[in-house]
């Protein structure tokens, strides 16, 4: 039982009453009230033992009662035998042989010495066996002192010297529990734990004895794994540090709850940090960050920040698995959530996916001739291209999606302006000035263009890109597929396209990469 519902119990005024009809031997009234105080504290065995010892002096004194009836009848008949043969032996003697008169006398003085030793065997009888329901009933104080009258009155008494080294003993045992409990309340862990582990020494079922050392053990390890949380806390190690901390509230939710709850919060949010350190485009440390943001959000649901921080990590995890699914609208409403709110996010590999997607769907609605849907992705995926000129594969792919859609739809004005741009970032004005046939197709295409003839010019603009294979990249790059890189990041990484990597390395399925490929990577100097 734990101090307070110790303290609780002595503090009812139903256990003071209780106690005043022990001490005034009015068992009934104080049996009645105990029932009353045992269904208030159920797990009180100490209340048990006090009902038990007041039942046992109930019975003490009634028996005592009958023995003492029974003593006095027995004596009286006795003494009424002893002194009828006394008055007839008087009788007799004064009668006729007074010269008997002394022995007479000495017979009654060792009669009455004889009935006086009996009586104070009768009593001494029954203080010892008080004596021995009191220690029985933890009332050690009150039994030594029987004990000590009785060695007073008769030392060698039979079973004493026992009795009082039973006595002596758990009066003992008393001011150390009371000891051991004093410590408890002054947290003194260590000196409570040698204190109670010394009476269970002596004596392994002594009271709560057991329960208490089980108490204090588990607080030496509530203090050990919170010092083992603080030291990982403190060397930044928030990963191990959420973990013992964890450990630490599944031990006890109210142990130093506000501290462990916000050094806990503190630690899921820079392990989740931590995890995107150098690998933010890491689908593996963004599962994990993300894990640990929602940690973080369970033990304050309103932070904005991680829960912006949160949603971005879970945003793109969706996207990803999308993606490799084929729903392309399902990635593109994710990721334009990201984009939007960090361009950069998982270091570019948000846009990447983002237009990739764009160009995925429009290639989908090509197919079905939705020209109008076709034309409004493939210009989406522009504006995302344009974003990073540098990654000059995906501006080149994009300025010619968005001219052939343009073309399909007649707009050919458009189309051959966006074929010039395909022109000049493809390098195709470079590459003509060592090749003359290219040149001859593009200054004819650049004057059909000059004179409004757009398509004219959309012809020979195409046929610039088909003659001499220009419209392929002119580079590439061999690539080792390391441990969780995905098509996307390595494409995001290099400037190139997936579908560019995916036909040049006749991918069957774009999800499917394993460590150790060697993958063929498009790109345009």
Not at 14 to 37: F, P, R, T, V
Not at 164 to 183: D, W
Not at 311 to 339: C, H, M, P
């Amino acid at each position: 039982m734990s101090v307070e519902a110790t303290r609780s119990r002595l503090g009812d005024h139903l256990y003071q009453s209780a106690l005043g009809h022990l001490q005034k031997g009015d068992w009934k009234a104080g049996l009645a009230e105990l029932a009353g105080l045992a269904e208030r504290y159920p797990l009180d065995d100490s209340l048990s033992a006090l009902r038990q010892e007041m039942e046992l002096r109930a019975r003490v004194d009634q028996d005592e009662r009958e023995d003492r009836r029974r003593e006095r009848r027995r004596r009286v008949v006795k003494l009424a035998s002893r002194l009828m043969a006394v008055l007839l032996v008087g009788l007799l003697v004064y009668g006729g042989v007074r010269s008997y008169s002394v022995w007479f006398q000495q017979r009654v003085d060792e009669a009455r010495q004889n009935l006086e030793r009996q009586i104070r065997v009768v009593e001494l009888s029954t203080k010892f066996a008080n004596a021995q329901a009191l220690l029985r009933a933890g009332r050690t104080a009150e039994a030594q002192a029987l004990l000590q009258e009785i060695a007073t009155v008769k030392p060698d008494f039979p079973g004493l010297p026992i009795s009082l080294e039973r006595a002596n003993a758990a009066a003992s045992l008393e001011v150390q529990y009371a000891e051991a409990l004093r410590l408890i309340e002054r947290q003194d862990w260590y000196a409570a734990l040698v204190a109670l582990q010394a009476i269970a020494a002596q004596e392994p079922n002594y009271k709560d004895v057991a329960l208490q050392i089980s108490h204090i053990e588990k607080q030496y390890l509530l203090q050990e794994t919170l010092a083992q949380a603080d030291e990982q806390f403190e060397a930044e190690a928030w990963e191990e540090a959420a973990s013992e901390y964890e450990s630490l509230r599944a031990l006890e939710p109210l142990y130093q709850a506000e501290t462990v709850e916000e050094r806990l919060y503190t630690s899921y949010v820079n392990a989740a940090r931590a995890s995107l350190v150098g690998q933010s485009d890491s689908l593996a440390a963004l599962g994990i960050a993300e894990g640990y943001f929602r940690k973080a959000l369970a033990l304050r649901p309103q932070d904005p920040e991680i829960k912006t921080e949160r949603e971005l990590a879970g945003l793109y995890l969706k996207a990803q698995a999308d993606f490799n699914q084929a729903r392309w609208s399902e990635v593109i409403t994710a990721l334009e959530i990201i984009y939007g709110k960090d361009p950069q996010y998982a270091r570019g590999t948000a846009r990447q996916t983002l237009y990739e997607a764009y160009v995925a769907r429009g290639d989908a609605l090509q197919a079905q001739g939705d020209y109008e849907s076709v034309l409004r992705d493939y210009q989406l995926a522009l504006v995302v291209a344009q974003a990073d000129r540098q990654a000059t594969l995906r501006l080149f792919e994009a300025y010619l999606k968005v001219a052939e859609a343009q073309n399909a739809l007649a707009n050919y004005e458009a189309a051959a302006l966006l074929y010039r741009s395909v022109v000049e970032v493809g390098g195709l004005r470079q590459r003509a000035l060592e090749n003359s046939d290219l040149a001859a197709v593009l200054q004819e295409a650049d004057g059909h263009c000059a004179a409004g003839n757009f398509s004219g010019a959309l012809e020979a603009y195409r046929r610039a890109l088909s003659t001499s294979d220009e419209a392929q990249p002119q580079d590439s790059i061999i690539h080792v597929v390391q441990s969780g890189e995905y098509l996307i990041l390595i494409a995001g990484r290099y400037g190139s396209t997936v579908q560019a990597i995916v036909e040049a390395n006749d991918i069957p399925n774009r999800s499917l990469i394993y460590p150790g490929q060697e993958l063929v990577i498009p790109v345009l100097p």
